[in-house]
């Protein structure tokens, strides 16, 4: 029986949260070895200022507490987002929160932004500084604050020294209210103040500053926080995080849970929206593709609508440790049948006929 065989037969036996409890057990065993360099030389990705050895990273929502950052970089994963990190700690919703779909290959979440809180991880991340990898850190607001801004902004402050980048997380649907801060106004006041905070930030270098926003946007709505995020300078923008959409879905029991949906179901609305995004973004802002990556050929999909870089987490959750492997093995794969001498040369290369599926109709 090899890895992947053994991940998939404790994911079937065991409950959800459990499963993933013996899996990080596993985790920080296998970050003790020495990392393999990456043999995918055209796979490698500049941007933001950062070298990236291949564009396929981890998501954040695995790795909450930045606990196994070694052990999942050495499974070949080009970087590792962790989090979503709130000031204090905060226990998130009652159990159950966590559900498999297996039959759709997905998974529906209300976590609620578990997490030890923001001393505890950056304590971690200190202790891991030098040993190398590329890990950035989502930052979230606390459930009770009433001025949410004030803990993106506290965020920013606390790991701007330990991360390679910063996510400012509004589009989880699992904290009450948290959506609204995407609404035009309101995304240029907290924005403001979050890029106020970076550059206060003493710093020998300027860390980037990402977006990650909800699948559930209308065109006008999207159009709109792309606008202010050009202008405003994000960084990048991460799309996309779960939805509250519920597809045709064959669980039907479970797809009744509330929550965010991730897997399968989530790839064809949340390419669509990333081509539209490419599309109305230009050439210039960086974006990342999230939702519904199972294989090379999804991850390929994703940067050829206009992907910079790729992150995946429900994927990986049912098809093993040797993903990431496997995704690499895929895009070297296809870069050699074009005649293409980087993955850079494939992003945007089919924007137009994934955008034409957007919006998602109903």
């Not at 003790?32 to 990273?57: E, I, M």
């Not at 040797?322 to 093995?329: L, P, V």
Request: aromatic letters at 6%.
């Amino acid at each position: 029986m090899n890895l992947d065989q053994m991940a998939a037969g404790l994911m079937r036996i065991l409950p959800p949260e459990r499963a993933h409890a013996l899996a990080f057990a596993m985790l920080k065993r296998f970050g003790r070895t020495r990392r393999q360099r990456d043999a995918h030389g055209k796979l490698a990705v500049n941007l933001f200022g950062l070298s990236f050895a291949n564009p396929v990273g981890l998501a954040a929502g695995f790795d909450k507490n930045a606990e196994a950052i070694d052990g999942l970089l050495n499974l070949g994963f080009g970087s590792i987002e962790v989090g979503t990190v709130t000031p204090r700690p905060q226990s998130g919703n009652p159990r159950p929160r966590l559900f498999r779909l297996t039959s759709d290959r997905a998974i529906i979440n209300r976590m609620g932004f578990n997490n030890d809180g923001h001393e505890a991880i950056a304590q971690r991340l200190e202790e891991r500084r030098g040993r190398g990898g590329l890990v950035g850190v989502n930052i979230g607001a606390n459930r009770d604050q009433e001025d949410p801004a004030a803990d993106y902004v506290a965020g920013i402050r606390r790991f701007a020294q330990h991360a390679s980048w910063l996510t400012i997380n509004i589009s989880s649907p699992n904290t009450p209210g948290l959506r609204g801060l995407q609404e035009a106004g309101t995304f240029d006041r907290l924005l403001g103040r979050c890029l106020e905070a970076r550059e206060a930030v003493p710093s020998p270098r300027r860390v980037p500053l990402l977006v990650k926003i909800a699948p559930d946007l209308t065109e006008k709505q999207l159009a709109s926080l792309i606008e202010t995020s050009v202008d405003m300078g994000v960084s990048g923008l991460i799309i996309s995080n779960t939805t509250i959409a519920r597809p045709p879905l064959k669980a039907r029991r479970l797809a009744q849970e509330k929550g965010g949906l991730s897997g399968l179901p989530l790839f064809n609305p949340s390419t669509a929206m990333l081509a539209r995004a490419r599309q109305l973004a230009g050439p210039k802002l960086p974006l990342i593709g999230v939702g519904g990556i199972h294989d090379a050929h999804s991850a390929w999909a994703k940067l050829v609508a206009g992907a910079d870089l790729v992150q995946v987490y429900t994927g990986f959750v049912f098809e093993g440790p040797r993903f990431a492997q496997r995704i690499k093995a895929g895009l070297s794969e296809e870069l050699d049948k074009r005649n293409f001498s980087a993955i850079s040369d494939a992003r945007g290369i089919e924007t137009a006929r994934w955008a034409a599926a957007w919006p998602p109709q109903d």
